[in-house]
């Protein structure tokens, strides 16, 4: 590493909205066919104005806008066919970076103008546009200059959220599947400066936008995984006295999670704002039918369709009672930990078989509580395997009847063994009469009654298996697990599986489970297969409680929810351009060399 030399690449920003350019002589006049001021839609997801301009000539351009004579610092250029659909997101766009690395040799002809402008109902704007006409992409005395200045009022009687949040970040949610949403939850990560992220869990609110009705509604959320990073760039001379950089390579900030409920008809796209940085909001209490009790990791979820208990000792799914079908409920409790939840795990004897539902408890338990999610996260050594660390996540939500399960694996130090596996859902073997899950191979259903299964058949299916359930056809209650992600990976060495696949088998209980290497159930059983160091493993299901409806396929609620959890809605996250952004670019590059920016041209399109 002391042979690597680090250098700095610096590079102006020549473009739209990011300086103040100057004339030697007055301004031409400026056409605007059209200038209006819109509300957030899918393609301009926050208040602003749209201008539409036709040029003398096509020619490269720059371009500069100001709102009652402050240049703003977010507006964005487009041709003319660019935006087309104002019900979807726009393609192109072009972040502060890219105007500083990225030339425009566009030849513009009526180019659209969009500025990110915070206006309020029946308020009177004056917005000023000047444009410079180029030859080429870098300026010359001879380059012409348009403006035109404008007075233009906001549109009136529409509702706004309070004028209190100084900021919001902009969300455009778009569903693909064709179906409806209602209370669909969502999760995005959101950036922040310190100074405007005081008190995140306080201060932030989500609110829908209506770009037809102009209606506003605000939706229960949740702040939650705050994390801050504080450290300022030092950019005090070097030891010779020479400046390092003009500015930073990098500003404080502050991140967030945040989950909220988010209805979106089937293929459309909804707008969502996030507002926050008002320093004197209160904390806002949702009501929801989420509720959680108990002492972690032993706790107790609850919502409208069903009460779920996590074990005391691993805090794994323990129970599970249909609140359609309280009489019945679910649960395992015939071997060791007794939970129905139970892998990862691993057998490599002399050692015992060893699951993370055998944690008593695990070291490390967290859980997050709220109205729009509860989440509960169990890590640790395998119980005697301190070669294998291995992690269980849960997020339960109001309104819906299934969780999420996230597990994960990673092997420290090379394990020889003889079963590892993860994905294990146990139940009590009278609980279940029949199991369905779809064969790709075959293309089909499979349904098989269980209680005609001898004990330790093994039922076989390809480990990408989109859906496995289990149901009971005098109770009427089935359980399914739906397959949403599915990964082995390795840092040192790729992994070595045997056979991978997902299997269903019987005894006092019956399960589901994965064999990523599973000698155990193989013809030569007392084989033993290396899991190498840097190995990770890691899946994430959705499990699905649900009622039989008479004359449904036992199975005809699984393809429903399968098709909603596998099309998630497509989030984008929008947000103005701080007034703190850099007008410049810098990019640290590894070694000495060509930055492949030297002497572009960009070529006209």
Not at 139 to 151: M, N, Q, Y
Not at 167 to 174: D, G, H, W
Request: glycine share 6%.
């Amino acid at each position: 590493m002391n042979k690597l030399k680090i250098i700095f690449l610096t590079i102006f920003i020549i473009n739209l909205g990011t300086h103040s350019f100057a004339a030697p002589n007055k301004d031409a006049a400026l056409k605007l066919t059209k200038l209006e001021i819109g509300y957030p839609c899918p393609a301009i997801p926050f208040y602003h104005f749209l201008a539409e301009i036709e040029l003398p000539h096509s020619s490269i351009i720059e371009v500069e806008a100001a709102v009652n004579g402050k240049v703003l610092r977010f507006t964005d250029l487009h041709r003319a066919d660019a935006i087309t659909d104002m019900n979807r997101p726009i393609i192109s766009h072009r972040p502060p970076s890219g105007y500083g690395l990225s030339q425009d040799g566009t030849l513009y002809d009526h180019p659209h103008l969009v500025g990110w402008m915070m206006w309020e109902p029946g308020t009177e704007y004056e917005i000023r546009i000047r444009v410079r006409m180029k030859k080429s992409i870098h300026g010359s005395e001879k380059d012409e200059f348009l403006s035109a200045t404008r007075k233009i009022k906001a549109p009136d009687g529409i509702p706004v959220f309070n004028n209190s949040w100084k900021n919001y970040k902009a969300l455009v949610l778009s569903e693909t599947a064709g179906l409806d949403r209602d209370g669909e939850p969502v999760e995005v990560l959101l950036p922040f400066y310190p100074d405007e992220a005081q008190q995140l869990t306080r201060d932030i609110r989500v609110v829908s936008v209506d770009p037809v009705t102009y209606d506003i509604k605000e939706v229960p959320s949740q702040v939650y995984d705050i994390k801050k990073y504080l450290e300022e760039d030092d950019l005090e001379p070097d030891a010779e006295g020479n400046p390092t950089r003009e500015v930073p390579l990098w500003m404080p900030t502050v991140t967030c999670r945040l989950a909220f409920l988010a209805d979106v008809k089937a293929n459309t796209s909804q707008v969502y704002l996030v507002y926050y940085n008002n320093e004197r909001a209160l904390t806002k209490s949702y009501k929801t039918d989420l509720h959680v009790q108990g002492e972690a990791p032993g706790l107790q979820v609850d919502n409208d369709i069903y009460t779920l208990s996590l074990h005391p000792d691993s805090g794994h799914l323990d129970q599970i009672i249909l609140k359609e079908k309280p009489d019945f409920p679910l649960f395992h409790r015939m071997e060791t930990n007794g939970a129905i939840h139970w892998n990862p795990g691993i057998y490599s004897p002399p050692r015992p078989w060893t699951h993370t539902a055998d944690w008593k408890p695990p070291a490390n338990v967290n859980y997050v509580s709220g109205p729009v999610m509860v989440a509960t996260e169990v890590w640790d050594q395998l119980r005697e395997i301190p070669e294998v660390d291995a992690s269980v996540r849960y997020e339960f939500y109001p309104g819906l009847p299934y969780f999420i399960s996230t597990t994960s694996m990673r092997i420290n130090e090379r394990i020889d063994c003889i079963a590892l596996r993860n994905a294990e859902i146990v139940f009590k073997r009278e609980q279940v009469t029949h199991a369905a899950w779809y064969d790709v191979i075959r293309d089909s259903v499979i349904v098989y009654n269980v209680t005609k299964m001898p004990d330790l058949t093994d039922l076989l299916m390809e480990d990408d298996v989109p859906w496995i359930t289990f149901f009971n056809e005098d109770t009427g209650i089935g359980f399914c697990g739906i397959q949403l992600e599915y990964l082995n990976a390795g840092l040192e060495s790729k992994p070595r599986l045997l056979n991978p696949y997902m299997y269903i088998t019987g005894g006092p209980w019956i399960y589901w489970a994965r064999a990523l290497s599973l000698s155990f159930l193989a013809s030569n059983m007392q084989q033993m297969i290396p899991a190498l160091e840097g190995n990770f493993f890691a899946e994430k299901w959705a499990y699905l409680t649900y009622e039989i409806k008479n004359g449904d396929q036992p199975f005809s609620e699984v393809l429903s929810w399968q098709r909603r959890l596998t099309n998630p809605l497509k989030i984008r996250l929008v947000e103005e351009v701080d007034e703190r952004v850099s007008r410049t670019v810098h990019e640290i590059f590894i070694d000495e060399g060509r930055s492949g920016w030297e002497e572009r041209e960009t070529g006209r399109h």
